[in-house]
Structure formats: C-alpha cells, structure tokens
C-alpha cells in the first residue's frame, strides 16, 4: 500500500520547490493504519525473492521486520549476519522516515508528548492500578514475580478479560494473546471472572488466544510469530506465563547458565520490541528463587537474574499476607516505590473492602 504522505509529500515538493523540505505528518490514526499495512518489498532492495523468503517466515510487514533482531532474520531467511542487520536496519529508518519510531536524537517534550499517547489497562484492582499509575502501559514490559500462589496467574487471568472491555470502563476494546507455560491457563476462570463483572463470558473467551508452549525453543518460536496475530485480531495485550519457567527446567546446573542468559535474554528483548513496535502491552511473570535447585541468594528475588529485571520496563513483587496479597513497585523508572494491597476473589484480582486495606495498608507501609 502506497503511503499518502509519499503523495502529500511530492505536491509539497512540486509547489515549494524545495526538495528538502519535509511532509505534514498524518494523524496518529492515520499512521497507524499505513504502517499496519506497509509490506515488507516497499523497503528498497527487497525484491520478490527475498519477500517470498521472509513473507514464509511470517514476516510480512516492515513492522513484523524491524521487531526481529537481526540475528532472527538471519536464521528466518539463511542469509549472512550483515544483510540481516542491513534489513532489519532499513526497517527502522522507514518507520523513524514516517516519523512511526523516534529519531536517534529527539526533544524531552516530543517524547513527552508521545509518552501521554500511551495507553493504559486496567488490572480489576483500583489499588493494583494506581500503583501502576493507572494500569498496565502499552509499550511496556510489565514483569510480575512472587512466589507460588501470590497471584501472578490471577492477574494474568484478570486482563484478559479487563483489556477487553470498552476504554471507560478500564480496557482498550481489544484481544489478547495468552502464551501459557505451565499449563495453567483456565477458560473456567475467566468465565467467572467475566461473569462476575457483568460481562459476556462467550465474547471474552473468544478474544483470547491461547498458546501453549511446550518448552523454551517452542516459546520463543510462539513470540517470534505474534505479528500477524497482532495484525489480524487487534491484540493489544500479550500474556507470557511464565517468561522464565521452561528455561529455568532446561539449564540446570552452573555450566548452562550463560546459555541459558544468553537465550532469556534474546527472548526478552523480542517481547520489548514487540510491546513497542505493536504498541501493546506485554505482562510477563515470573517466579522467586525460593528453592535450592537455584543459586544462593535471596527468596525474595527474581530468577532469570539481571537479563529479566534489566529488560522488563516495570516490576512488580507480589506476595501473599494472609488471604490479602501486597505488591510492590520494584525498580520503575518514574514510579515509587510502595505497597498496595489486592484481593483474590470471583472478580479475579479485586480491592479489599475499605476497612480491611486501610489497616492493611497501615501494615505494609510501617
Ligand atoms: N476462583 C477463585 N476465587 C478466589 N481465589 C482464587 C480463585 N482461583 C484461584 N484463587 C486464588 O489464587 C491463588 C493462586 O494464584 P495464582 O495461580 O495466580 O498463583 P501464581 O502466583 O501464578 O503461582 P505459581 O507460581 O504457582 O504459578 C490460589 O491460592 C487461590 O487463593
Ligand atoms: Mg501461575
């Protein structure tokens, strides 16, 4: 699909006479939509051979491109590391020509301007949700990590159904992806939690997508292919449960760490990339080091080490305090850090009645 600033542009040209000078930008809307539909042959120097090679790869548009890492392409295509950067390269500078992505040198105000297009979904929880500023961020990774039944899994189940329902109400009107590790993802439950909000248990589970995944090479492969589900079913959130299981099972031992790092953190970086390029939220969990078949350290702390907490844009520690569960801002870059406290119930994540979260809350800030 031709762009229409590519048009808008040459009228500029032809009436100012000035071949340097630069197109109106289209609306935000606008843009979206070209960019959606902007193959990957629009780029120069990809001709028919090399669409075909990446289109059976499921990538298909500039957009499916410049998610990939350059080693990706090379694998996805047999071509050398250079050409593959060279692609994945001229995919970026098309979207940052479109004004899609930020120049290399960008004012604070622009991107505080784009900042405020940044969407938000609500988790169920008031308190939950203002911890997070208003809910989970498009263009973000949001990492939560706690131990066995803190209520990662219950989240997740929760925003699968709160992302669908319309913006006043807390969501974005659109589906999710649900890519389900250990084996834990339950239609029942969301049926509950849907019914329990008033809402039509059909409709939800039909805008949820499930993939199992049944070990790291299969989840990785899952995530790579996530564009044309995106493209095709209006996906604005991917669940990854658990981002960190299926390798913490494969590499045991302290000689497979640094693989294991090395492919957690190709897998993380593909999820970061996906959130931004899409313009959705990704919300990983991921478990503490609670047992010994880990390393030393504390229980409270994440596994997947410095890869996971240096990739995730967010991080939230959940624990449990009797039936009420706590969480915890960890490391936000703008965020503070406090404690909120949520509750487990037919509503999936929800807010404790109002006496028991003040003297709750007391609690966890003394
Ligand atoms: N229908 C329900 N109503 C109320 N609470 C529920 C319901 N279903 C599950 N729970 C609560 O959720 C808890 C389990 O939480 P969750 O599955 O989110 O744990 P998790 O953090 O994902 O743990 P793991 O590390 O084992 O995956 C249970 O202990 C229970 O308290
Ligand atoms: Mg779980």
């Keep these: 699909m031709k762009a229409p600033t590519c048009v808008k542009n040459e009228m500029t040209k032809a009436e100012t006479n000035e071949s340097e000078s630069e197109p109106d930008p289209p ?3 606008d843009l979206k939509v070209i960019v959606a539909n902007l ?6 120097g990809i001709g028919p051979a090399m669409k075909a090679k990446l289109n059976a790869t499921g990538i298909v548009t500039v957009l499916d491109l410049a998610v990939k890492s350059p080693s990706d392409v090379a694998d996805a295509v047999g071509s050398d590391l250079t050409r593959a950067t060279e692609l994945c390269n001229k995919a970026r500078a098309k979207l940052v020509e479109l004004k899609y992505f930020d120049d290399d040198f960008i004012s604070a105000t622009e991107i505080y301007r784009r900042r405020k297009s940044i969407e938000r979904i609500s988790t169920g929880s008031k308190s939950l949700d203002d911890l997070l500023a208003g809910g989970i961020e498009t263009q973000a990774v949001t990492e939560f990590y706690g131990e066995f039944g803190s209520g990662k899994t219950q989240i997740c189940h929760t925003l699968c159904v709160t992302t669908q329902t319309s913006r006043e109400q807390g969501g974005l009107g659109g589906s999710v992806v649900y890519v389900d590790t250990e084996n834990t993802f339950r239609p029942e439950r969301i049926a509950e939690i849907a019914r329990a909000r008033g809402l039509n248990t059909e409709e939800i589970l039909n805008g949820i997508v499930v993939a199992k995944a049944f070990n790291s090479s299969h989840q990785e492969l899952i995530v790579g292919e996530l564009g044309s589900q995106i493209r095709t079913r209006g ?26 790092q090395q492919r957690l953190n190709r897998f993380m970086h593909t999820l970061v990339r996906t959130a931004e390029v899409y313009n959705i939220a990704v919300v990983a969990t991921n478990q503490v080091q609670s047992s010994p078949d880990t390393f030393f350290g504390d229980p409270t702390k994440a596994t997947g080490g410095n890869v996971v907490a240096h990739t995730s844009t ?5 624990r449990k305090s009797g039936k009420n569960r706590v969480a915890r801002m960890v490391d936000s870059p703008y965020h503070a850090e406090r404690e909120v ?9 929800d807010d404790p009645p109002e006496e028991a979260s003040s003297s709750g809350r007391r609690k966890t800030s003394s």
Aim: hydrophobic share 45%; charged share 35%.
């Design 235 to 260: 996906v604005r959130v991917v669940v990854v449960d658990s981002a960190v299981a299926h390798y913490r099972a494969e590499f045991l031992g302290r000689g497979t760490l640094s693989e294991r």
């Design 341 to 349: 406290i949520f509750i487990l119930d037919e509503k999936g994540i």
């Design 27 to 29: 609306e935000a809307s």
């Design 314 to 318: 967010y991080r939230i520690y959940l």
């Design 39 to 44: 193959e990957v042959d629009e780029l120069e």
